[in-house]
Nanobody
Framework: QVQLVESGGGSVQPGGSLRLSCAVSGATSSTNCMAWFRQAPGKEREGVAGIYRGDGRTHYVDSVRGRFTISQDNAKSTVFLQIDSLQPEDTAIYYC???????????????????WGQGTQVTVSS
């Protein structure tokens, strides 16, 4: 059974950085693709970054490209999301999710993103 546990969220000032972690256990081929999502208050959940665990290929939505970096450790047991130049509009709950196909696990559909973590809160304010 796949388990995903996020950590690393917190409160930061604009311009700061955070590194979120997603610990992966029970990985199988159903976790070939890992993605980070965020859901801001009153907004729909959106996939922001994805990684193919096999070779480390990455994909980003345009709104975060250049500020967000998704990566994994050598053991492929943890997926990270480095967020730089944080802005108030980055305030959200951040979730990691797993699915079988890259980059489709960024879609957030039941078929493509079938395992989820509990989320970690990121708050950006001065």
């Amino acid at each position: 059974q796949v388990q995903l546990v996020e950590s690393g969220g917190g409160s930061v000032q604009p311009g700061g950085s955070l590194r979120l972690s997603c610990a992966v256990s029970g990985a199988t081929s159903s976790t070939n693709c890992m993605a980070w999502f965020r859901q801001a208050p009153g907004k729909e959940r959106e996939g922001v970054a994805g990684i193919y665990r096999g070779d480390g290929r990455t994909h980003y939505v345009d709104s975060v490209r250049g500020r967000f970096t998704i990566s994994q450790d050598n053991a492929k047991s943890t997926v990270f999301l480095q967020i730089d130049s944080l802005q108030p509009e980055d305030t959200a709950i951040y979730y990691c999710a797993a699915g079988p196909r890259f980059p489709l696990c960024m879609l957030g559909t039941r078929a493509e993103s079938h395992d989820w973590g509990q989320g970690t809160q990121v708050t950006v304010s001065s």
